[in-house]
């Protein structure tokens, strides 16, 4: 697999910790509409109106605990770059797809732990567990067919990325790298108390709206970290101009608008110091698991 040419576009582009969950305008749209409905059963008596596609009525909830709304992580600056160039590794058995997640993992270890221990954090690494054709077996209760964060564990079903890239190898890459960056998004989260203090506030909202809009919170956050580990290991990896395109390609499929720019935003041009937190970060639906969907381009 040949490498990319280096990209001079991003040469100059200083990509600051700082920014990765920067505000964005609540979303209603018929994506969370339909969740809702698998949602309700699960979640305390509601007493806001069922969401709508043309809903636009922001989401009230309480206020946020330090370890969302000022966690250490926000402020630790840039993140270091471990050069490490995209894994040459064609993902075309189940062998080498986990041969590239392990070595993409590695990568992001060499990046995060620092910034972790800057942050005031014990750093660990992530187990990663790679199976082909099924869900990967946790104690976690997750449908089939998904990549998911469970515990400090990353669980990974390999057959969609050979699918996908016996279709269209380049896009494959792309997403391949979107997704494992965003489980280890999770595992940053989990590390500085961002998943524990989000559970805990979930149990305190009260309706279906507030527990989607702050999913949506904390999963555009993993995301934006993984665009974090991008942009910081753009020259090495590298990122063009061209595979930029891809990766916003593959991140949109499914998801809102805002956040696909956030994303676009993330990784090209890096976040604006000091506004990684969401003024509302997050909380999830009563779920312990954090996941995307297996097929390339899903994703809650």
Known sequence: MKLRGAAALWAAVVLLLAGCARTAEPDANAAAASEAAKLRSALPTTTTPEPTADSTAPVSAPPQPAALAKNPIYHVGKLTTPKCAEPQIEPTSLKNV?????QYVACLDKAWAPAIRKAGFRFTPPKLVVVMGQSPSSPCDVDDGT??????????????????YKEDPDWALAWMALIIGHEYGHHVQALTGILDAEYQRSLTLNGVDAHLEDDRRVELQASCFSGVYVGADRESFPVTPEWLNTWNLSSGRRSTPSMTTARARTTATGPPQDSTRPPRLPATP????????????GGT
């Open 286 to 297: 009563t779920r312990p698991a954090h996941h995307w969907s297996a097929e390339p381009g």
């Open 147 to 164: 990549d998911y964060y469970c515990g400090d564990t990353i669980y990974k079903d390999a057959e969609p990325n050979l699918a996908a």
């Open 98 to 102: 986990r041969a590239y997640y392990t």
